[in-house]
């Protein structure tokens, strides 16, 4: 464990580019892994949730190679030949991996064996298990549905009409990525939109899927045994990583920072709504696509925060934001009250108790429900910050550079008790904190 203090900042200035979206990064190495030549992916998150999917991938055949510009090239496995892993599949901290590769693996005729570490050893995958086995999988999992869990594919697999029972852009993808091998129409009914990095690329890659609407809820449809082809990626910056900045530059004084390159897909960007909707002064700047997502710049700068209720309905778009909006709400004038986040219980961590407990270390008032976090906020008043014991993180990336920004409008400073972490999805923060706060 490495422990660090964060402590009270100068204005957050410059431009800084945050890395590679997490989850259109875990897609391309699967998707390009999967389809017949050669795909070249940029602008790839090098992070370590990442690498375990880049790992699983070659294990199952594919070859995928680095160059020295940080071109990443991969040549396809093809779908239908999987090779049969001869170690079990290590998906360190990363459910998303996981679950994602279970999909995979479920219509293929091949058994394989995942692991994870502690935190991903406690996470829920009856989840996944459960329409795949309908498909039909087999699965032997850990006491409650966890890992570690072996897997036995099915060749031919059952196409299956699914209806999400939570809003899981990881669900949805597992069924769909199973249904790529699987003759015939396979179908996955949204009644929330989650994140669709999976259908839009998809499409990219060549599959034949299609959207649809029924009652106000989302129709998804893919048409198995696919055929992808090679393309080219260029993964767009993430704005799970960029929310840190967002609410770091808005709660500093002063602050007045260019975060470029942040993808503003609309199942994700919910953070940069609700953070307006608080009175965060954020511009985007050069509106553009890349890699068929909508991309900006944005420019933030300090402004007092006011709290608000934030609209349940908006959760899917900014799910992993949460423990930053915490921090934000944490100095924001005013009370502000989040429901709907009972998703957020088996994250990494169980990320309502966990950030209740850091924040309150930290010295902010909150007070916590089944399903959320009321928060009243100091106005603007620094936090005290953490005094002897530093706030535990749990294995939990999003914590610990949540409450590193926490740290950043302290008195005393924020200890944190481990950020090891944070280098699953964003190993550059460090570095890019003390950049723009120079
Ligand atoms: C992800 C989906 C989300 C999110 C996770 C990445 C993805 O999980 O929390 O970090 O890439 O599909 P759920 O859709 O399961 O809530």
């Not at 058994?111 to 459960?130: H, K, Q």
């Amino acid at each position: 464990m490495t422990s660090h203090t964060f402590t009270s900042s100068p204005p957050l200035k410059g431009r800084l580019t945050v890395p590679g979206d997490k989850s259109i990064s875990h897609r391309s190495l699967m998707f390009a892994g999967l389809a017949v030549g050669e795909s070249r992916i940029t602008g790839l998150l090098e992070g370590e949730d990442v690498l375990a999917t880049a790992a699983a991938m070659r294990k199952l055949g594919a070859d995928i190679e680095r160059l020295g510009d940080g071109t990443w090239v991969v040549y396809g496995a093809g779908l239908g030949s999987l090779l049969e892993p001869r170690t079990a599949l290590d998906m360190g901290n990363s459910g998303t991996s996981t679950r994602l590769m279970m999909g995979l693996l479920a219509s293929h005729a091949v058994s394989a064996t995942f692991v994870g570490d502690a935190s991903l050893s406690g996470r829920p995958m009856n989840r996944v298990i459960e329409p795949l086995s309908q498909m039909g999988a087999s699965f032997e999992a850990s006491s409650g549905g966890t890992l570690p869990c072996m897997v036995r594919g099915a060749f031919p697999a059952v196409p299956i009409t699914y209806r999400l029972p939570v809003a899981s852009a990881q669900v949805k993808s597992a069924v769909l990525i199973a249904g790529l091998n699987t003759p015939g129409i396979t179908t996955v009914i949204e009644p929330v939109a989650t994140r669709d990095h999976t259908e839009r690329m998809l499409t990219g890659f060549g599959a034949q899927l299609e959207i649809g609407e029924d009652k106000g809820e989302r129709v998804i449809t893919i048409h198995g045994e696919a055929d992808l082809t090679a393309m080219d990626v260029t993964v767009p910056g993430d704005p799970s990583s960029a929310a840190f900045f967002l609410v770091a530059a808005s709660i500093i004084p002063g602050s007045d920072l260019v975060v470029e390159n942040v993808g503003l897909n609309p199942t994700r960007a919910g953070i940069v709504t609700v953070l307006k909707q608080m009175g965060a002064d954020i511009e985007e700047l050069n509106a553009r696509e890349v890699g068929g997502e909508p991309v900006a710049d944005l420019r933030v700068r300090y402004a007092p925060l006011t709290g608000i209720d934030v609209d349940p309905a908006i959760v899917p778009s900014m799910v992993d934001e949460f423990p930053v909006l915490f921090v934000a709400a944490a100095l924001a004038k005013g009370t502000t009250r989040c429901t709907g986040l009972e998703e957020l219980r088996v994250k990494e961590s169980d990320r309502i108790a966990v950030m209740a407990a850091a924040l309150t270390a930290a010295g902010a008032r909150v007070e916590e429900q089944e399903d959320g976090l009321t928060i009243y906020g100091t106005g603007g008043e620094p936090l005290n910050g953490t005094s002897g014991e530093p706030v535990k993180t749990h294995l939990d990336h999003r914590i610990a550079m949540s409450m590193a920004v926490a740290g950043l409008t302290s008195k005393n400073g924020v200890e944190v008790d481990d950020t090891a972490p944070i280098a699953t999805s964003f190993p550059s923060f460090m570095e890019l904190l003390e950049g723009a706060s120079r």
